[in-house]
């Protein structure tokens, strides 16, 4: 086995994080600070194909691998925890059902609109009394002529009041449980379609989040994704491929945290010398470094599974595990390195530390993907 990145993925990684230190870095503080959506960011990314990183050339994207994905999204967090996971939410929960589970019509309607950034896309999964529990979601879809009727709220959703195509689920069949989710392909100038309250968060402040709201919306009968019926397998697997772009997140977001660890503690000086000169300091940098080190391997690892066409799902919550938990512990640990001023917005650090903590919540928080990881061992 060869523990190295190939030549175009060694390539990516540069051109990424050039991209991120120049455009990136520069205004995720200030975006920060407005709860500003990254607009232009995003129209850059779209122009370097970073939009479309999965989507198939024939349908406008870059049909890269899920290892140079995983690449893309930690460097691009690594700036700007906000951009990587609107980054990460657009390519795995929008982009992939439709390649993997879309008609050839849909396919080729909304793929390259995706691909370009035209339109930002969204997942639509959690309801306000459904959340880790999918299966409790109470929204509805019921066949009437050509049109879906669709009603009910949906919460916590990412990028929701800028999205423009949106994968939401609702219930088709309420005597069949799980097996009676569907799964639809929604734009926001459906009728019917509204945006509701959008929250103010800790952290990926850049991100907007808001609850959306469907009141007797109208969706054509085409765009249902996959059959009646699928829309909780469609869940679950577009899941298991999100886990590993928020792995890569928390992996960026802990890679920062060493970054500015590293470079303050070398300046910062106390009782006469670099406070990096202190064992304290050095446990808590080897600490985290090796953290990070296993964290990316974890990631690697379960998109090369993902890559090879083999079952990912507990490759995924291990990662998206452990990822994100270093990602809490090394912002911690870069706080306290920094001390009273890692308090304060002045530095990058605080920043971290609140976009940090998502990360082990979203997209299955880290009870969910223990029990996942369990689950996968002793069946």
Request: net charge neutral; with cysteine; proline share 3%.
């Amino acid at each position: 086995m060869k523990l190295e990145l190939n030549e175009q993925q060694k390539m990516i990684q540069k051109m990424v994080r050039e991209f991120a230190e120049k455009q990136v870095g520069p205004i995720a503080a200030e975006l920060d600070k407005k709860e500003e959506y990254p607009h232009k960011t995003l129209k850059e990314m779209a122009k370097l194909g970073l939009l479309g990183i999965i989507i198939p050339p024939e349908y406008g994207g870059a049909g890269l691998d899920t290892i140079s994905y995983a690449i893309v999204i930690e460097e691009i967090s690594r700036k700007c925890a906000s951009t990587g996971v609107v980054t990460s939410v657009h390519n795995s929960l929008v982009a992939w059902p439709i390649i993997k589970y879309g008609t050839e019509e849909q396919k080729k309607k909304y793929l390259p609109i995706l691909a370009k950034g035209e339109k930002i896309g969204a997942f639509a999964g959690t309801e306000p009394n459904a959340g880790s529990d999918l299966g409790a979601m109470q929204t509805t879809a019921k066949l009437n002529g050509n049109k879906y009727i669709i009603n009910g709220d949906k919460t916590f959703i990412t990028s929701g009041p800028e999205a423009g195509i949106i994968i939401i689920f609702a219930v088709t069949d309420k005597e069949a449980s799980s097996k009676g989710i569907s799964a639809f392909i929604v734009e926001n100038t459906f009728k019917g379609f509204k945006v509701g309250s959008i929250f103010e968060k800790l952290g990926i402040n850049a991100s907007k989040t808001s609850e959306l709201i469907f009141e007797d919306m109208e969706v054509p009968k085409e765009n249902l994704l996959g059959s009646e019926g699928d829309g909780f397998k469609i869940a679950l697997s577009t899941l298991d491929g999100g886990r590993i772009g928020i792995a890569s997140q928390a992996v960026g977001i802990a890679q920062a945290c060493l970054d500015e660890s590293i470079e303050y503690s070398k300046q910062r000086q106390q009782f006469g010398r670099p406070i990096a000169k202190f064992q304290a300091i050095q446990w808590m940098i080897a600490d985290m470094a090796t953290k990070i080190e296993a964290s990316r391997w974890l990631v690697y690892n379960a998109a090369y599974t993902k890559d090879q066409g083999l079952r990912f799902s507990k490759e995924a919550a291990m990662a998206k595990l452990f990822a994100s938990e270093t990602a809490v512990d090394s912002a911690i640990k870069a706080v306290q390195i920094h001390g009273g001023y890692g308090y304060t917005k002045e530095y990058t650090v605080e920043r971290l530390f609140r976009d940090s903590k998502i990360t082990e919540i979203y997209e299955g928080t880290s009870e969910v993907q223990r029990m996942v990881i369990s689950g996968s061992l002793l069946k």
